[in-house]
């Protein structure tokens, strides 16, 4: 890490003096070919407290933001389509005066805008940073991107990540974890309101949720956390987002939202699970079982055609995907999974995103009644648990995902989240297994006894 720092230095160095102009913000963005150390980066990055930072990985490819320039931030009640005009704003302060990356925002939206906790702090709002420094290590190649109003911004930033390089690791807390007996009396109920409200035709499925609270002595070791879900959720993107106040919300979600990329949008339906099974031949036939399921049909149906609706309002034609959906394996579960992909030429961002989610995936159908019951139900808020989270470029280059098989850590506390879809046909007993199930991610690579 202390190389990358002092070439991160030597380029700042290399630069000279840079002149006052129209813009606020000086972009510098260059690549490093060589092997990179990923444990000590990785551990150089989670040491560091009390600053923004982000982590993105999956298939090989990992992201890390840390630091901030500047940031949007809306009220909790103001919706996506807003970021736009502060969007454009925050870009068009910043000057490319070197290579080929351009800057991206990292943050996040949460689930509901109607309703607040405590325990979310500023991780409440929805908000995007734009970082400092932005790593992207991929193919033993490392690209990085610096973003300052004055050097001494990225001069700070080095020294406090060497002061953090310093620290001792922070020893692994032997976790206890065990259910309320009334946490699934509560669901149990909480899923027959639903089933009833789904029976008087007020609603056609909704997600309910839970939250499980796990007590630690000490600070959680997020580096000990991501690595092994790194190692352990082949098929997820893991992430950690942390802010200022050391409020930090992980996980290792299947799910994404939106991924645009050279005029093209990707996202997928997510919808319909079952366990998996360690004997070969039992996994088969427990993945023909999901794939003939037709309660489990019908909720991913459901969060198929609303995604197409969606899409269809925002794109004429170019709408692709399978009318099978496939199986998507995951270490302790399987879904049914169907990937949908668009062309386009102009795209309305944010206004695909405030009409898409929360998806039927994430909320329910009809949409707003779904949220409504999920707002006056469920005893916690739900926060970025649901939300989305990820990275926006001035191009709308993006990729979003969605905040599930997640968790939020405080000082003392960690709030695991997990949920389930409730349709007409749902037993609530089954939907109680599905969601603890739900929790095994997290609990596996926290290793909570």
């Known amino acids: 890490m202390i190389e ?20 606020e913000i000086f972009s510098v963005s260059f690549t490093l070919e060589k092997k990179i150390n990923f444990d000590s980066f990785h551990k150089s990055f989670h040491n560091l407290k009390n600053i923004s930072k982000f982590q993105l990985t999956n298939n090989g490819k990992s992201q890390f933001a840390v630091g901030k320039v500047d940031e949007i931030k809306l009220q909790y009640d103001q919706d996506v389509e807003q970021f736009q005009l502060p969007f454009m704003q925050l870009f068009n302060k910043i000057h490319i005066i070197k290579g080929q990356n351009k800057p991206k925002l990292y943050g996040c939206f949460p689930f509901s805008n109607k309703k607040q906790s405590s325990v979310w702090g500023n991780l409440a ?29 990225i001069h700070n930033l080095i020294k406090h990540i060497k002061s953090s390089n310093n620290l001792a690791t922070i020893s692994k807390d ?6 309320d007996p009334q946490s699934k009396i509560h669901w149990i109920e909480l899923c027959e309101r639903a089933i009833h409200k789904i029976n008087q035709h007020e609603l056609e499925k909704v997600v309910l949720s839970m939250t499980k609270k796990i007590k630690h002595d000490k600070n959680l070791n997020h580096n000990y956390i991501i690595e092994n879900l790194i190692s352990r959720q082949i098929n997820s993107n893991i992430f950690l987002y942390q802010n200022e106040d050391d409020l930090t919300f992980f996980g290792a979600s ?12 990707q996202t997928m ?27 489990e049909q019908l909720e991913h149906r459901i969060v198929l055609d609303d995604i197409i609706d969606t899409l269809s309002k925002f794109f004429d034609n170019n709408i692709m995907y399978d009318e099978t959906p496939s199986i998507l394996k995951l270490k302790n ?13 102009e795209i309305n961002y944010f206004g695909i995103l405030e009409q898409m989610h929360p998806t039927p995936a994430l909320g329910g159908k009809p949409k707003l009644k779904a949220i409504q019951f999920i707002d006056q139900n469920e005893s916690m808020s739900r926060g970025l648990y649901g939300g989305y989270l990820g990275c926006i ?57």
Do not use: C
Request: proline share 4%; hydrophobic share 35%; glycine share 4%.
């Open 4 to 23: 990358i720092l002092n070439s991160i230095e030597s380029e700042l160095q290399s630069l000279g003096d840079l002149n006052p102009s129209i813009y």
């Open 125 to 153: 709002y929805p908000t995007f940073f734009l970082p400092l420094i932005d790593f992207t290590i991929e193919e033993n190649e490392l690209h990085i991107t610096i973003n300052f109003n004055s050097k001494f911004q």
């Open 174 to 179: 032997k976790l206890n974890s065990n259910f």
């Open 254 to 265: 299947p799910e994404i939202l939106i991924e645009t990329k050279s005029n093209q949008l």
């Open 269 to 295: 339906a997510l919808a319909g699970t079952i366990k998996r099974d360690d004997d070969h031949l039992k996994d088969i036939e427990l993945s023909k079982n999901l794939l003939k399921s037709k309660k």
């Open 333 to 345: 579960l399987q879904h049914l999974k169907t990937t949908i992909n668009v062309k386009y030429d």
């Open 393 to 449: 470029d001035m191009d709308f280059n993006s990729k979003l995902i969605v905040g599930i098989r997640s968790a939020l850590t405080n000082k003392d506390h960690t709030y695991l989240f997990a949920g389930a879809g409730i349709v007409k046909s749902s037993i609530p007993e089954s939907e109680w297994n599905e969601t603890v199930l739900k929790y095994s991610p997290l609990l596996d690579a926290m290793e909570v006894q």
